[in-house]
């Protein structure tokens, strides 16, 4: 599956940006998605991930409350909504699908299969 990210951009601190992952060439909904950051110096990490049919959640305990995945599968689309801005998430922002069971969330970078190009959020004090 290719994975196109994009959304990203300078914004300042308590802004919002929403981020989209637009995805073809197979099935979109066999897939569990997930949003990862990289910042500089720093390892990959995951923001969120959402389940293929979109029940199941996953937020990172440093953006919950703040952040917010969804998904439609007739659009082929997961977006990352990220509210309340900090300078701390600067980073390059990832997408992700990872092939596994329904219902499932996937945490590790390991366990995903196709990775987006990134798109970079920077965010000002």
């Known amino acids: 599956v290719q994975l196109q990210a994009s959304g990203g951009g300078l914004v300042q601190a308590g802004g919002s940006l929403r981020l989209s992952c637009a995805a073809s060439g197979r099935t979109f909904s066999d897939y569990a998605m997930g949003w990862f950051r990289q910042a500089p110096g720093k390892e990959r990490e995951l923001v969120v991930a959402?389940?293929?049919?979109?029940?199941?959640?996953f937020h990172a305990d440093s953006v919950k409350g703040r952040f917010t995945v969804s998904r439609d599968n007739a659009k082929n689309t997961v977006w990352l909504q990220m509210n309340s801005l900090k300078p701390e998430d600067t980073a390059v922002y990832y997408c992700?699908?990872?092939?596994?069971?329904?219902?499932?969330?996937?945490?590790?970078?390991?366990?995903?299969?196709?990775w987006g190009q990134g798109t970079l959020v920077t965010v000002s004090s």
């Open positions: 959402v389940s293929r049919g979109g029940k199941v959640k």
């Open positions: 992700a699908a990872a092939q596994t069971v329904t219902g499932a969330v996937v945490r590790t970078t390991l366990g995903y299969d196709y």
